[in-house]
């Protein structure tokens, strides 16, 4: 048993990037406490049981960056394949592809428009409004991308998404919809994108194999702070507003139930993700994961497949997706208000801070609060705030 120098609550890439930047860089002694039974937070993949095909536990996960620090670092974990995401979209009993672009667009519209000539007709479509403020989600929407793609590929899906008709819902939620007047559909625009070559779970337990570094799992910080808190350094990753114990209300978030089905096929629809943006499928999409590793030939003779249903999180939900109101950003601004009190807690990651981050993100914001706060005060000895 060591003595920790650092203790890190969550074990999700935001808290392995600061225990092995410590440990590695620091030389320090770090204590990572993780309450699921795995580590890795939610980018955790694992073996699906029936098909051997690698399966992302809590949704499909894309890794893309544009940030070459981040690019190199993770790099030093794992490499990459030359993966590159593309979705379709299933709407009105044809397939499409995503984003919205000029193949999508000539296909919805039977027609053969040249760049110009799709910016011209989306353009007038879009001025539906006659230059009067969007009111609601619904007009945002129209005042994108016009009513016609707005209604087929927008509406029920949003609607799903926020189990909310969407003109009860705020215009803020899109600032934009971005539609390509060129055929290219690739998802990301990043200078560097793929997928773990031996899979996520490989990658992020090697950022914890080090000497220096412990992962205790199964542990919930709560029952242990007393023996941590005032008495080690904390970098803490989980809820900010659990740790205050809700004292100033509860955060809203939306989660995401996944309904695992083995099929009897050794593909079911030929792309990683179809999206189902009509309102007679209660998904909004189904991840093939096969095809996020092509180069794997994995021999299975079926496949296996997440429906996905979107949905407000309850208290014992995961929360995957800030909800973001108004009464959550004022009481953001409360909890933010303590956190900075708290001495000796750093609070970090997409649960620490409510914020939904991306891998890049949760990465590169861990590792620019171990270069400006964590070594300036292990190094020379600044305090922790
Ligand atoms: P997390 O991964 O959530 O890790 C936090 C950890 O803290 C968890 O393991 C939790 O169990 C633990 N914890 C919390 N409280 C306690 C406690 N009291 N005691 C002990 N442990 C505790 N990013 C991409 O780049 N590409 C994608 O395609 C992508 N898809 C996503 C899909 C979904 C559905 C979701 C929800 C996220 C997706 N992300 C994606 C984001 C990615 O998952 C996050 O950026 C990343 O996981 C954030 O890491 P984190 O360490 O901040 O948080
Ligand atoms: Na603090």
Redesign the pocket.
């Known amino acids: 048993d060591l003595a920790p120098d650092l203790v890190v609550?969550?074990?999700?890439?935001?808290?392995?990037t600061i225990a092995e930047r410590c440990a590695a860089e620091l030389d320090l002694k770090v204590l990572v406490?993780?309450?699921?039974e795995h580590?890795?937070?939610?980018?955790w993949s694992e073996a699906d049981p029936d098909t051997g095909i690698e399966v992302h536990k809590?949704?499909?996960?894309?890794?893309?960056t544009s940030n070459a620090k981040v690019w190199e670092y993770v790099n030093r974990f794992t490499d990459f394949t030359g993966y590159q995401h593309r979705v379709y979209s299933q709407h009105g009993g044809e397939v499409y592809p995503l984003p919205i672009n000029l193949g999508t667009i000539n296909q919805f519209f039977r027609s053969a428009h040249s760049p110009a000539q799709a910016r011209e007709l989306i353009a007038e479509q879009a001025s539906e409004l006659g230059g009067k403020e969007p009111e609601n989600f619904v007009e945002k929407g129209v005042s994108l991308i016009g009513r016609p793609l707005y209604e087929a590929f927008i509406a029920h899906y949003t609607a799903k998404q926020w189990q909310t008709d969407p003109e009860k819902l705020s215009a803020d939620i899109i600032t934009r919809l971005p539609v390509r007047y060129t055929y290219d559909n690739r998802y990301f625009n990043d200078t560097y994108e793929g997928l773990p070559v031996d899979g996520y779970a490989a990658w992020l337990e090697r950022m914890a194999d080090h000497p220096n570094i412990e992962v205790r799992t199964g542990?919930?910080?709560?029952e242990h702070r007393e023996e941590y808190v005032g008495r080690v350094p904390v970098v803490y990753?989980?809820?900010v507003d659990?740790y205050f114990d809700h004292d100033e209300g509860r955060l809203s978030w939306r989660t995401?139930d996944f309904e695992r089905e083995v099929v009897d096929t050794p593909d079911f629809q030929g792309c990683p993700v179809m999206n189902y943006p009509d309102a007679d499928a209660p998904y909004t999409r189904i991840i093939e994961f096969r095809h996020f590793h092509p180069e794997r030939d994995y021999d299975s003779e079926q496949t296996v497949i997440f429906k996905e249903f979107s949905r407000f999180a309850e208290d014992t939900d995961?929360p995957?997706?800030p909800v973001n109101t108004p009464e959550d950003r004022a009481m953001l601004m409360r909890y933010r208000d303590r956190a900075k009190a708290e001495d000796n807690v750093l609070f970090?990651?997409?649960?620490?801070t409510y914020k939904?981050?991306?891998?890049?993100?949760?990465i590169g914001s861990a590792l620019s609060m171990f270069e400006n706060k964590l070594r300036p005060h292990f190094a020379d000895g600044e305090a922790l705030t």
């Open positions: 609550v969550g074990a999700g890439f935001f808290g392995l406490l993780e309450r699921r580590l890795g937070g939610n980018a809590y949704g499909a996960h894309l890794f893309h542990v919930d910080f709560r990753t989980g809820p659990e995401v995961e995957y997706y970090g990651g997409r649960l620490g939904y981050l991306d891998m890049h993100m949760a």
